[in-house]
């Protein structure tokens, strides 16, 4: 099994900037891939970036060149940097992982944090 723990969250106006960690244990030998996901209110459970073992990456195009994804192996780690936030930005930020990179992009990965909460003011 595999845990994960987000942190980082928070309350930002807008144009400001957070910086969101998820630090896996456990078995962390069966994780290639990890990745962000966010829930708005109402809304479905969207991909915002992944991230391979080998550093390929995805992002929304809604967080192209305002979110970067990277990831510390050797402390299993992996971060979302979020610049420029939007009030379209406030949501529950779920990190997952799994073996495969495709499974995390579909937001299926085997392993699910609890979330962190964003919220951007206008």
């Known amino acids: 099994q595999v845990q994960l723990v987000e942190s980082g969250g928070g309350l930002v106006q807008a144009g400001g900037s957070l910086r969101l960690s998820c630090a896996a244990s456990?078995?962390?030998?069966?994780?290639?891939?990890m990745g962000w996901h966010r829930q708005a209110p109402g809304k479905q459970r969207e991909l915002v970036a992944a991230i391979s073992n080998s550093g390929s990456t995805n992002y929304a195009d809604s967080v192209k060149g305002r979110f970067t994804i990277s990831r510390d192996n050797a402390k299993n780690t992996v971060y979302l940097q979020m610049n420029s936030l939007k009030p379209e930005d406030t949501a529950v930020y779920f990190c997952n992982a799994g073996f495969r990179f495709l499974t995390v992009l579909r937001g299926t990965g085997d392993y699910w944090g609890q979330g962190t909460q964003v919220t951007v003011s206008s």
């Open positions: 456990g078995s962390t030998f069966s994780i290639n891939a």
